[in-house]
């Protein structure tokens, strides 16, 4: 059963802003300004009853043939299916406000049905199509949806059909079936059984000067907010409390996101990605995420300030994830990424890499808290995946930064790793003031284990298992540097603190364990490590 949120319509709508609740007197009043359009004024309700979708777009297609202007959502209970944006209008949902998910399954009317159908599809259904969401806008310039209203997506679904490309055994094209890719696809029950359905609670599709700040999206389905092949985008100060994906940024140019709180336990808090949805290689670039905080706590808890722990332990049965991630998608890659001054709390740790073919390269992490990570702190992984066209790789992972690092109460089996493939280095990698602090407890028997090769595996280090170090391993890696940097276990460990394994040039100085300083480093098949000093933490 998909978990829900229930909230009462008078305690979410209270919640979010009882002192501002007459401000519908000065905003129906500004209604008469050419340039603002109040939903109540073309027709919407706010009864939490009525579908108020209808009247929202026509509010939105007033403000738009006026040549722009700004639709107020005053405070109420707003049931809607699509809402469409259009350029040079904002979306102002004034405290109070609460935008729901109508569900087609109870209620009359559906969401406007998918476009983009390509012979092969390489991402997630809610990745492929946009229309299908609670709002949206694709090619609109100077769009904005902004306040202190809440976008709860109750009737949002959060699973949906899975990719279709050449990668999946038994795939065939559509020209090998004899159809067209949109027959192909209606000739998938799965597929036909999402038709009117939606899965994303914002959602922006090769857009330009975006700006999304200050709502609260309360279970935003499979995502939450979705921007995809967009250009000088900022998203500031949202509270994202969901059980899937949080912000996820995906082919986009010089984005900003900032002063965000997303509670993710069943995905990705806030991620990365550089996919094949649009059809055509594009690197996600020139982003920066910087003051935020993510975490892993029940659905809910955020929002209601329970903080609750969330039992859930996902497939491989380690635990929430509510991570700081970047690469799910990469079939072009990466370049030119800051994350920083950021604190992630019961969460899966960092993770960043290349699976798909493209090239993740100048990536900075600096200045970020990491308590209570689940599994490894911090992985950077290379792999050939290559959920993208054929041809498309090798993936490349270079030029890689982490730097101000603090992790307190992470788990003894999972140390940090960076891990590529035989042939495949990962390359230029730099700890520098990175600290530790795990349960430690590691045995003889993990400090001799050999990890299996799995080339094609995802991001995910499950597989993996426990290293054969309590601080950091390294296998098929070129150039990795270490600078005062810790691992501290609360158990004695037997496990080295660093392992190097076919690792072409490294370079230790200022490391602090609480191995003997010859027991603290082994290297298997590994050239030129050069060590400086190596501390015996007491």
């Given at each position: 059963?998909?978990?829900?949120?229930?909230?009462?319509?008078?305690?979410?709508?209270?919640?979010?802003?009882?002192?501002?609740?007459?401000?519908?007197?000065?905003?129906?009043?500004?209604?008469?300004?050419?340039?603002?359009?109040?939903?109540?004024?073309?027709?919407?309700?706010?009864?939490?009853?009525?579908?108020?979708?209808?009247?929202?777009?026509?509010?939105?297609?007033?403000?738009?043939?006026?040549?722009?202007?700004?639709?107020?959502?005053?405070?109420?209970?707003?049931?809607?299916?699509?809402?469409?944006?259009?350029?040079?209008?904002t979306l102002l949902l004034m405290p109070g406000s609460v935008i729901e998910a109508a569900d087609p399954r109870r209620h009359k009317g559906q969401y406007d049905l998918p476009e983009g159908v390509f012979d092969e599809q390489y991402v997630d259904y809610g990745v492929a199509h946009f229309r299908n969401a609670l709002i949206y806008g694709i090619d609109l310039t100077d769009v904005a949806v902004i306040g202190r209203g809440m976008i709860h997506g109750l009737g949002l679904d959060r699973e949906g059909p899975a990719?279709?490309?050449?990668?999946?055994?038994?795939?065939?094209?559509?020209?090998?079936?004899?159809?067209?890719?949109?027959?192909?696809?209606?000739?998938?029950?799965?597929?036909?059984?999402?038709?009117?359905?939606?899965?994303?609670?914002?959602?922006?599709?090769?857009?330009?000067?975006?700006?999304?700040?200050?709502?609260?999206?309360?279970?935003?389905?499979?995502?939450?907010?979705?921007?995809?092949?967009?250009?000088?985008?900022?998203?500031?100060?949202?509270?994202?409390?969901?059980?899937?994906?949080?912000?996820?940024?995906?082919?986009?140019?010089?984005?900003?996101?900032?002063?965000?709180?997303?509670?993710?336990?069943?995905?990705?808090?806030?991620?990365?990605?550089?996919?094949?949805?649009?059809?055509?290689?594009?690197?996600?670039?020139?982003?920066?995420?910087?003051?935020?905080?993510?975490?892993?706590?029940?659905?809910?808890?955020?929002?209601?300030?329970?903080?609750?722990?969330?039992?859930?332990?996902?497939?491989?049965?380690?635990?929430?994830?509510?991570?700081?991630?970047?690469?799910?998608?990469?079939?072009?890659?990466?370049?030119?990424?800051?994350?920083?001054?950021?604190?992630?709390?019961?969460?899966?740790?960092?993770?960043?890499?290349?699976?798909?073919?493209?090239?993740?390269?100048?990536?900075?992490?600096?200045?970020?808290?990491?308590?209570?990570?689940?599994?490894?702190?911090?992985?950077?992984?290379?792999?050939?995946?290559?959920?993208?066209?054929?041809?498309?790789?090798?993936?490349?992972?270079?030029?890689?930064?982490?730097?101000?690092?603090?992790?307190?109460?992470?788990?003894?089996?999972?140390?940090?790793?960076?891990?590529?493939?035989?042939?495949?280095?990962?390359?230029?990698?730099?700890?520098?003031?990175?600290?530790?602090?795990?349960?430690?407890?590691?045995?003889?028997?993990?400090?001799?284990?050999?990890?299996?090769?799995?080339?094609?595996?995802?991001?995910?280090?499950?597989?993996?298992?426990?290293?054969?170090?309590?601080?950091?391993?390294?296998?098929?890696?070129?150039?990795?540097?270490?600078?005062?940097?810790?691992?501290?276990?609360?158990?004695?460990?037997?496990?080295?603190?660093?392992?190097?394994?076919d690792v072409a040039g490294a370079v230790v100085d200022g490391l602090r364990s609480p191995r003997d300083p010859k027991q603290a480093i082994r290297s298997t098949a590994s050239t030129g490590i050069a060590l400086g000093t190596v501390t015996q933490l007491s």
């Amino acid at each position: 059963m998909i978990e829900r949120a229930e909230f009462s319509r008078r305690a979410v709508t209270l919640g979010m802003g009882a002192a501002f609740a007459m401000s519908a007197v000065p905003v129906r009043a500004a209604g008469a300004l050419s340039g603002f359009h109040d939903v109540r004024d073309h027709g919407a309700k706010g009864d939490g009853a009525a579908i108020d979708s209808d009247a929202i777009n026509r509010a939105i297609v007033a403000a738009s043939d006026a040549g722009g202007g700004t639709v107020i959502v005053p405070p109420g209970h707003y049931l809607c299916f699509s809402i469409r944006l259009r350029s040079h209008v904002t979306l102002l949902l004034m405290p109070g406000s609460v935008i729901e998910a109508a569900d087609p399954r109870r209620h009359k009317g559906q969401y406007d049905l998918p476009e983009g159908v390509f012979d092969e599809q390489y991402v997630d259904y809610g990745v492929a199509h946009f229309r299908n969401a609670l709002i949206y806008g694709i090619d609109l310039t100077d769009v904005a949806v902004i306040g202190r209203g809440m976008i709860h997506g109750l009737g949002l679904d959060r699973e949906g059909p899975a990719p279709r490309w050449h990668g999946i055994e038994g795939w065939k094209s559509p020209k090998e079936l004899g159809l067209s890719p949109d027959a192909a696809r209606r000739a998938i029950p799965r597929e036909m059984a999402y038709e009117g359905r939606g899965n994303k609670a914002v959602a922006l599709k090769r857009c330009r000067n975006v700006l999304l700040r200050d709502f609260t999206i309360l279970q935003g389905g499979h995502f939450a907010c979705y921007v995809l092949g967009s250009r000088n985008v900022t998203i500031d100060n949202l509270t994202v409390d969901t059980d899937r994906d949080g912000i996820d940024i995906d082919c986009c140019r010089d984005v900003r996101v900032t002063n965000c709180t997303v509670n993710a336990p069943k995905d990705d808090a806030i991620v990365l990605k550089s996919s094949y949805a649009l059809n055509e290689p594009l690197f996600c670039e020139e982003v920066s995420v910087i003051g935020c905080k993510t975490s892993g706590y029940d659905l809910g808890a955020l929002v209601d300030g329970s903080y609750r722990p969330s039992p859930y332990k996902s497939v491989d049965d380690v635990g929430v994830l509510g991570r700081i991630k970047l690469g799910t998608d990469s079939a072009t890659g990466f370049r030119n990424i800051l994350i920083a001054d950021c604190t992630c709390e019961n969460t899966r740790g960092l993770q960043l890499g290349a699976i798909d073919g493209g090239v993740l390269e100048d990536v900075t992490f600096r200045d970020i808290n990491l308590k209570n990570p689940v599994n490894h702190p911090i992985f950077v992984r290379l792999a050939a995946r290559n959920r993208s066209p054929l041809g498309t790789g090798p993936s490349k992972v270079r030029r890689v930064r982490f730097s101000g690092i603090n992790v307190s109460g992470a788990p003894g089996p999972y140390a940090c790793g960076v891990v590529g493939n035989p042939g495949e280095p990962v390359e230029d990698v730099t700890f520098i003031d990175v600290h530790v602090r795990s349960a430690g407890g590691g045995t003889a028997e993990q400090a001799a284990r050999d990890i299996p090769e799995r080339p094609k595996s995802s991001l995910e280090p499950s597989f993996m298992g426990a290293f054969p170090a309590h601080g950091l391993y390294v296998r098929h890696a070129r150039n990795v540097v270490l600078k005062d940097v810790s691992f501290a276990v609360d158990a004695p460990d037997a496990r080295p603190a660093v392992v190097f394994d076919d690792v072409a040039g490294a370079v230790v100085d200022g490391l602090r364990s609480p191995r003997d300083p010859k027991q603290a480093i082994r290297s298997t098949a590994s050239t030129g490590i050069a060590l400086g000093t190596v501390t015996q933490l007491s």
